[in-house]
């Protein structure tokens, strides 16, 4: 993807403006573009919506469609659900209790904590009628979906800034320019938007990779906890995976079982495909998670980790989601943060728009990437440093220790400190350890 010069005028659709072509048909403009419409692109675009900002909505595929994920959602996602109004009690939806952790024989429940600000229960949902539904939202929400859009380049104008984007729509692959004064990307991993206008991968952050089936299972699939198994190996070499294993209940008669692993500096790849083999034998065979019952292929992903991609924000360009690196180096989540991420970018936006274009707008704009970083900035940082000397190197198996795993205190803190479900002021102890834990760990420059 290459960026085209667009030299075409600086006025751009004001409030209340009517979309050019209501049915799709030829360029198009609005006062946002988002690109992607996966769960960042999709949340963005709901609450753009909501603000009163005519958005376009671009999205390569149709839905419903397959997208490579553990299908889980902690408490922080779900309140980004239910921020946005997504019916969490429709059907299709699979409610746990908490996490159950699995390591070197020992077991231990850990229900999700009651916080003021977050609920005490997650939820699981297949992707491939997650995403269906979040775009739906959007589009009832008023956003204008566009389906088998394939952006190619963006737009960009004499001071080097995004005017929108040039893309290939339907089968055909008819040419169309989409135009906009600011672009949402959420186009996932690839970043291709980032990468054309020159916002390259920070490479000293982690790229893991994740792997994942279903099977169908009677005897799992409504389980009540998420598992998470920490003392996997790599078949060929012995060594702990540098990451974990999980089985995840869908209530519908089927589990996603799966796993995601770390890169290991020095040391060959993880072949994900053999270390996924090597664990099944060890579930219980009344589970059914064998061969003859999958439910699909076995399919992987990379997941971009860290805040790897910055700034945020860069020349009318906001970055949410896996194209900014925005998977936890904790724990491997990356829909809540996504869609967290796409409720500030959506917030910054709307305010930045009721001011005129110039200095004071890209003022309100840069606040965007300040949030972030305010509340993420010391939290990936230290979860940068643990990926790079504990978990690329032994995996979860030294946190969850024996000793560990028989101290139901010491349990709830690392579950806490893993899946950033905290109380912001703190609500609890372990609150009130974490929130000072993360003060002291140096600030850094965005």
Not at 78 to 107: F, K, S, T, Y
Not at 389 to 405: D, I, S
């Amino acid at each position: 993807m290459t960026a085209e010069r667009d030299d075409a005028r600086d006025d751009r659709p004001c409030a209340g403006s009517s979309p050019s072509a209501p049915d799709g048909v030829g360029d198009e403009e609005a006062h946002v573009i988002v690109v992607g419409a996966g769960p960042a692109g999709s949340a963005a675009a709901v609450h753009l919506a909501r603000a009163g900002v005519d958005v376009l909505l671009l999205e390569k595929s149709g839905f419903p469609r397959e997208k490579v994920c553990g299908d889980g959602l902690t408490p922080r996602g779900v309140a980004q659900l239910v921020r946005m109004g997504v019916d969490i009690d429709a059907p299709g939806w699979m409610r746990n209790r908490g996490m159950r952790w699995v390591c070197e024989g020992h077991r231990a429940d850990l229900d999700w904590p009651r916080l003021g600000s977050l609920p005490d229960f997650g939820l699981t949902r297949s992707r491939h009628d997650f995403d269906d539904l979040l775009a739906a939202h959007a589009r009832a929400a008023g956003a204008r979906l566009r389906t088998h859009v394939k952006v190619t380049a963006p737009l960009i104008d004499r001071a080097g800034r995004i005017t929108g984007v040039t893309a290939t729509r339907g089968p055909d692959r008819e040419p169309v320019r989409y135009r906009a004064p600011l672009v949402v990307a959420a186009d996932g991993a690839s970043a291709r938007t980032a990468l054309a206008l020159g916002l390259a991968r920070d490479t000293s952050r982690p790229v893991a990779a994740a792997a994942r089936r279903y099977y169908r299972s009677p005897a799992r699939t409504n389980d009540p906890y998420l598992e998470l198994w920490a003392d996997l190996r790599c078949p060929r070499t012995g060594l702990d995976l540098p990451g974990y294993g999980w089985v995840f209940p869908l209530g519908d008669g089927r589990v996603n079982v799966g796993l995601g692993a770390l890169p290991q500096r020095r040391r060959r790849p993880v072949e994900l495909r053999a270390a996924l083999e090597h664990w099944l034998p060890r579930l219980p065979e009344d589970w059914g998670v064998r061969e003859e019952n999958a439910d699909s292929p076995l399919r992987s992903a990379p997941l971009p980790m860290g805040l790897n991609r910055r700034p945020q924000y860069h020349r009318g360009l906001l970055l949410v989601g896996d194209s900014a690196g925005m998977v936890s180096p904790w724990s491997g989540e990356g829909i809540a943060q996504a869609m967290e991420a796409a409720e500030v970018a959506a917030e910054t936006i709307a305010l930045a728009l009721a001011r005129p274009a110039g200095p004071r707008r890209e003022h309100a704009l840069r606040q965007y990437p300040a949030e972030i970083h305010r509340r993420w900035g010391r939290y990936y940082r230290l979860g940068n440093l643990a990926g790079d000397l504990l978990f690329a190197r032994y995996g979860y198996r030294p946190l969850l220790h024996p000793r560990v795993m028989a101290s139901p205190p010491l349990l709830r803190y690392l579950a806490r400190l893993l899946t950033h479900v905290t109380d912001e002021p703190a609500h609890d102890s372990v609150d009130a350890v974490l929130h000072t834990l993360l003060r002291l760990v140096p600030s850094v420059r965005r």
